[in-house]
């Protein structure tokens, strides 16, 4: 073998540590965050479910994943799983994300198109909570809690794609809050509130028409995943990947910055990478997603792609 062959095999052989180190950290990270989520430990966990057959009250009430006897379908308790006080807590956030990630680097509570942003995400948010709770609870539990049986790629590609989510508040709040980099009429921002509420109803419908529609990427099979073709999936395949471009761009928009729109960006071409990478997923794992798949074409847009 000559020098020149030599070389990236060395180089792999000098990185393959440290790359391998950070994906162990990765998952590390995630493990961690659902035992500190659900106050229990893998082991334990493992232990009940080879030897229970059915769960526990106690199971019931901390939200921790049911076990399935063979032959028999799994009982789904998503619905009671997800309360007021979850939902208090929820809408409670929007205005401490915005304290800390916009007003903070605004530096000062003087913002109105920051005020204006959090009046209406905690109108749209509340609306699309008390819709969900009615017509799909089991997807509100289920979006709220970690899977450490996500795939991998998934887990790596969300510790790039969720700080570009959040930067586009920081990004904005330094723009129009405190340093004015650039002028942004209110017909852009009109542009940018219309956008965010478009995307926010196509979520919701998305979210109501799929109980299987979680936070992560696997196939549920202690859920029996299945094929949905209902609601904005008759028409494309991933209608709550189309509704997240509306929202990230619209909310650049909405607080007035054209600067912002650099994180929505990367933020939607992250989104997309994850939509060819889970529709591959769905198609090699999920049955019957194939047909569904050569009967709805497009995966985002209609007529487009």
Not at 240 to 259: D, M, R
């Amino acid at each position: 073998m000559s020098q020149n062959c030599r070389r990236p095999a060395a180089l792999w052989g000098y990185l393959k540590s440290p790359v391998e180190a950070s994906l162990s950290l990765i998952d590390f990270a995630f493990e961690t965050a659902y035992l500190v989520r659900h106050d229990e430990f893998p082991c334990f966990r493992v232990r009940l479910q080879a030897h229970s057959a059915k769960p526990t009250l106690a199971k019931i009430q901390r939200g921790i994943a049911m076990t399935q006897v063979p032959g028999t379908a799994v009982l789904d308790t998503n619905s009671r799983l997800f309360d007021r006080r979850r939902a208090v807590r929820i809408l409670l956030a929007i205005p401490v994300r915005f304290g800390l990630l916009a007003f903070l680097p605004a530096g000062t509570l003087d913002w109105p198109r920051g005020w204006l942003f959090v009046l209406v995400s905690l109108t749209l948010s509340g609306s699309s909570l008390l819709y969900l709770w009615r017509k799909n609870p089991d997807v509100l539990a289920a979006r709220s809690r970690y899977r450490l049986e996500a795939k991998r790629w998934d887990k790596i590609l969300l510790c790039f794609y969720l700080p570009t989510t959040l930067a586009i508040l920081v990004v904005a709040a330094l723009d129009d809050g405190r340093l004015h980099w650039h002028h942004v009429s209110w017909r852009v921002v009109a542009l940018g509130y219309t956008m965010f509420v478009l995307g926010m109803a196509l979520l919701t419908a998305s979210q109501a028409a799929n109980r299987f529609f979680e936070s992560m990427v696997r196939i549920q099979t202690d859920r029996d995943h299945r094929v949905i073709s209902t609601g904005p999936y008759r028409y494309v395949r991933h209608p709550g990947y189309a509704a997240g471009l509306l929202i990230y761009v619209g909310q650049a928009l909405a607080l007035g910055s054209f600067w912002a729109l650099i994180p929505a960006g990367i933020a939607c071409s992250l989104l997309i990478l994850r939509i060819r990478w889970e529709d591959a997923t769905l198609l090699e794992e999920l049955p019957g997603y194939q047909q569904y798949a050569h009967a709805i074409r497009f995966r985002l847009v209609p007529g487009f792609w």
